[in-house]
């Protein structure tokens, strides 16, 4: 299908896999998608398998991204990584403000725009994720909430680098229970994201940004989504954690 915009697929794997079966997927997946050139393909490891995946895919189409990362370049910041040590093992992207960090580490929006502008300054390209919760969908406050989610979480960012930023948006409701946005809620969603975009932005800048839908994407309803004209690309949990089920998914999405 022919898209605006170059689809980006990233499998965020979340707190999975040992060393072993990172390695074990990695290697599957170049096999199942070394012809694929469509799409761009990240994969999200934890972050003790990355530097074993980020060799073992040096050869292959696939691109590394990291979960998340600190807002600070260095120091007295016991746990944390900054965007400078990913770099040292050729991660290209970094998830930003995943629901899941937003409600366990209590991130807020201005700290994702910290976090934004920090990985920016080492070349490192955010995923910016943006969502609404059931009870708020149920009381018609998606629009608000996501609109003040992109407002504050990408708060600072030049245009330059908003084009190089990617959103996600990820209903917080479909993640992770099987019960994925049909692809018209998507789609009018990410309608609403792109025209946030170009009141922050401009026009032109929202044209560019990609937009990714998540939750619960999986083969069966990959195509669907990925056709509406204003869905970008998928990040994706649960499938992600299997060469069959993340290959089905880029290959139907093509
Ligand atoms: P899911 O997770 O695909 O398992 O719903 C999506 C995500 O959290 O990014």
Redo the contacts with the bound molecule.
């Keep these: 299908m022919e898209k605006e915009r170059k689809l980006i697929i990233?499998g965020?794997w979340?707190m999975n896999k040992t060393v072993a079966e990172a390695l074990d997927l990695v290697q599957g997946l170049k096999r199942e998608l070394a012809a694929v050139k469509e799409v761009d393909v990240v994969v999200c490891p934890p972050v003790t398998a990355i530097a074993d995946v980020s060799k073992a895919i040096l050869d292959s189409n696939i691109r590394l991204g990291a979960q998340n990362m600190s807002e600070h370049n260095g120091g007295a910041f016991t746990g944390e990584i900054s965007a400078g040590m990913l770099k040292e093992f050729s991660v290209r992207y970094v998830?930003l403000g995943?629901?899941?960090r937003r409600q366990h580490q209590k991130e807020c929006d201005g700290l994702i725009a910290k976090k934004a502008l920090a990985a920016h300054a080492a070349s490192l390209r955010p995923i910016v994720?943006v969502g609404e919760t059931l009870a708020e969908r149920e009381a018609d406050q998606t629009k608000e909430v996501v609109g003040k989610q992109l407002e504050g979480s990408l708060a600072g960012l030049t245009k330059d680098q908003m084009v190089e930023t990617v959103v996600?948006y990820?209903p917080v409701w479909?993640?992770?229970?099987?019960r994925?946005a049909s692809a018209d809620q998507a789609q009018t969603v990410h309608a609403f994201i792109r025209q946030v975009l170009a009141s922050l932005f401009n026009e032109a800048v929202a044209k560019r940004v990609r937009i990714q839908y998540?939750?619960?994407?999986?083969s069966a309803n990959a195509r669907e989504l990925m056709s509406q004209s204003d869905v970008d690309g998928?990040?994706?949990?649960?499938?992600?954690l299997e060469v069959r089920s993340f290959s089905d998914i880029i290959k139907n999405s093509i």
């Excluded at 998540?214 to 999986?218: E, P, R, T």
């Design positions: 990233v965020n979340k998830i995943h629901s899941e994720c996600a990820e479909a993640i992770g229970t099987g994925n998540g939750g619960s994407v999986k998928a990040l994706v949990g649960g499938a992600s």
